[in-house]
């Protein structure tokens, strides 16, 4: 039985339609700097959010109707949780998912039963990525919820806690390695600390990279070649989380001797958090090398917790798309709706408004800033900024041919710094507006 059968598969229409169950900018055959739009964003559609949130609050249950789902924590009602999935995901033209494992699966009274009902929903999922085409983008263990994690996973003061943790990432990931998962993503819910009094924060984090490279371990000998991911957030639900930003996280990899072996998945609501941009997260880890996959939302402002909202701001989305151009594309990864409906909206269809309306959203903002880009409307600005590095004494800097002595001989000549060229951020902010305008 359909789980929406009043809505059909979601088609470009283009700007001028008023269909909210259109696409008016997200065309995925349209080739934008030399490819699709639906190879640019790999969009994926999450699991927890959208088939397990049902819009409870710390003031009230939920409110979400869900007529496929019978409320049960029953291996047969995660199977047509899942079949219902594979029908949205098919009528948004999602081409991929993702998951925690206690998202598609109930946990059992042990390990080795929470294992069996992975299985066997797994094997659902199996038989649903064969029939619609959808696959995984990626998956990963939720070492959050259970109380058992209360002091953290891998960063516990508890070694049995460790040791169920391995075992849980380890069976998450033949799961993800069977479903063809193209990444696994960490994230480190309660990997942190609330007060620093009852906390080694050096055994714990030496902790943290022996669990992680016993995972690089695993996948060598399972054979599993996707990538490693490590989701950044600052706080919440710990006080400090040890993979705070892009930059804590590439501090811990290097000293970890990691790099090699992980990149970062980001999220916006999680670089206001830690008091970013989500563009100043994106060009960090892209100028590192480490720019992974992302999560796409957005958090409210007014508001300091992670909101998850749909992103619908053309201005946030240009942004991220320019960054995301500017190192590459995202790889492996790709552009993850890990957002939720607000408990106002709780009918099946919102989910499918939320989506269409966000998918468009990151398409206008795909080709604002490749419009952007292809008249180096920034681009020559920039480097017209840093010019006095490009000959001289700058790119005898840059080639590490000076030292402090020559400096200081050099400024001595010179007498006194004449300015170069002002920063004109006020002109760069209405350039985009223009582009906004313009596309």
Not at 45 to 68: C, M
Not at 124 to 136: D, F, I, S
Not at 311 to 319: E, G, I, K, P
Not at 366 to 392: C, H, M, P, T, W
Request: charged share 25%; proline share 3%.
């Amino acid at each position: 039985m359909a789980a929406f059968p009043e809505i059909s598969t979601v088609q470009y229409e283009g700007p001028q339609s008023d269909n909210p169950l259109a696409f008016r900018w997200y065309n995925p055959d349209e080739l934008v700097e030399g490819k699709t739009m639906k190879e640019h964003f790999r969009f994926s559609i999450v699991y927890w959010h959208t088939f397990r949130g049902t819009g409870s609050d710390p003031f009230g249950p939920g409110t979400a109707v869900r007529p496929w789902d019978d409320g049960s924590e029953s291996v047969e009602n995660a199977q047509n949780r899942a079949r219902a999935a594979f029908e949205l995901f098919e009528k948004l033209q999602a081409p991929y998912y993702a998951f925690h494992d206690r998202d598609v699966a109930p946990e059992g009274a042990s390990l080795a039963e929470s294992n069996a009902n992975l299985d066997a929903v797994a094997d659902v999922l199996a038989e649903q990525q064969q029939q619609t085409g959808v696959k995984l983008l990626w998956g990963t263990a939720n070492m959050f919820s259970n109380p058992r994690f209360m002091h953290g996973a891998a960063t516990t003061c508890n070694a049995d806690v460790f040791a169920y943790a391995a075992a849980q990432v380890k069976k998450a990931m033949e799961v993800t390695h069977r479903l063809g998962g193209e990444n696994y993503v960490f994230w480190g819910g309660r990997e942190g600390y609330q007060n620093l009094y009852n906390t080694d924060m050096k055994r714990e984090l030496d902790h943290l990279a022996k669990f992680f490279h016993m995972a690089v371990d695993y996948a060598k000998e399972i054979g599993f070649t996707g990538q490693f991911l490590i989701e950044p957030k600052p706080k919440e639900p710990t006080k400090h989380q040890y993979d705070s930003d892009a930059a804590a996280c590439m501090n811990f990899l290097r000293a970890y001797d990691l790099t090699d072996h992980f990149k970062l998945n980001l999220e916006t609501n999680h670089a206001t958090l830690a008091g970013h941009t989500m563009m100043h997260e994106i060009d960090y880890a892209g100028a590192q090398g480490a720019l992974g996959s992302i999560d796409a939302n957005t958090g409210d402002m007014l508001l300091g917790w992670d909101t998850d909202q749909f992103a619908t701001d053309y201005y946030l989305t240009t942004q991220m798309m320019y960054y995301i151009l500017k190192h590459g594309g995202l790889g492996s990864g790709g552009v993850n709706f890990d957002a939720k409906v607000r408990r106002e909206s709780f009918e099946p269809i919102d989910l499918f408004y939320a989506h269409v309306g966000s998918m468009d959203a990151y398409a206008k903002g795909l080709k604002i800033a490749a419009a952007i880009r292809a008249d180096n409307a920034l681009e020559d600005f920039v480097s017209q900024r840093y010019s006095s590095f490009d000959s001289g004494i700058g790119a005898k800097i840059e080639a590490g041919e000076v030292n402090f002595s020559d400096l200081e001989k050099y400024m001595l000549e010179k007498g006194e710094v004449t300015p170069n060229v002002s920063g004109r951020q006020e002109m760069l902010e209405a350039v985009v507006n223009r582009y906004i305008d313009r596309v």
